[in-house]
């Protein structure tokens, strides 16, 4: 079954800088990758969807890139503000079925002033 | 209206009760999930339901009962329950169940058990 790693647990930076969260995966490549932001005691909210033959999405602030050869994906939020501090998942169907998904286990990004 | 709800938003009881989660969607969504979510934790799916019914179990103990009484309602039945159960139960609805679909999610129920 395909495994995801979040390889920042944490990340810190400051206002107005980009942040860059990561994604890696194993396994079969995904036809398709989300990301989710979840704040403290509440549910993931969609952010972003990507397919595997989009190498770019942007909305807003936000930009994802997939990369397929890699097997990792990268979340960038520019000019980043204290607001945008949460915890980021990135998410892919967990099997061939594409109907089961799964989380990574999250980078809880603080922005500070 | 894009919300899913969830009720209770907490709840506790002891391993020897039986409680209901209900969950509850007017988005016209013919999928919807459970997910069991730990601290510091990603959720993890638990169910889905598709067309109301059952699609997935994730090999969920029998202790957990999930149950679709129409396409907008959503129960999961508690009974003899273990406090390793204690977590953030997640309700999640979709268009239908397809990863390329977006996933909305309730604010969840804190369940602790005793």
């Known amino acids: 079954s395909q495994k995801i790693e979040q390889n920042s647990e944490a990340l810190n930076i400051q206002e107005g800088k980009t942040a860059t969260l990561t994604c890696n995966y194993t396994?079969?490549?995904?036809?398709?990758l989300q990301w989710y932001r979840q704040d403290p005691g509440r549910g993931p909210v969609f952010l972003l969807l990507i397919r595997e033959n989009e190498k770019e999405k942007r909305k807003e602030r936000l930009k994802v890139t997939f990369d397929t050869t890699l097997k990792q994906s990268l979340f960038h939020i520019t000019a980043s503000q204290p607001a945008d501090s949460a915890t980021y998942l990135c998410?892919?169907?967990?099997?061939?079925?594409?109907?089961?998904?799964?989380f990574g286990s999250g980078t809880r990004l603080s922005i500070r002033p | 209206d894009t919300e899913v709800t969830q009720t209770p938003k907490h709840l506790v009881m002891g391993m020897t009760n039986k409680k209901s989660l209900k969950c509850e969607q007017h988005?016209?969504?013919?999928?919807m999930y459970w997910y069991k979510q730990k601290a510091k934790k990603p959720p993890e799916l638990m169910f889905v339901?598709?067309?109301?019914?059952?699609?997935i179990n994730e090999s969920v103990p029998s202790r957990f009962s999930p149950e679709c009484p129409n396409s907008s309602l959503l129960n999961l039945h508690l009974h003899a329950l273990q406090p390793e159960d204690s977590a953030l139960y997640l309700c999640?609805?979709?268009?239908?169940?397809?990863?390329?679909?977006?996933?909305?999610f309730g604010p969840g129920t804190r369940l602790l058990v005793l």
């Open positions: 339901y598709s067309y109301e019914k059952l699609s």
């Open positions: 999640a609805s979709s268009q239908v169940a397809a990863f390329q679909e977006t996933q909305y």
């Open positions: 998410a892919l169907d967990q099997d061939s079925s594409a109907s089961k998904i799964i």
């Open positions: 396994n079969y490549s995904p036809a398709y």
């Open positions: 988005m016209g969504h013919r999928a």
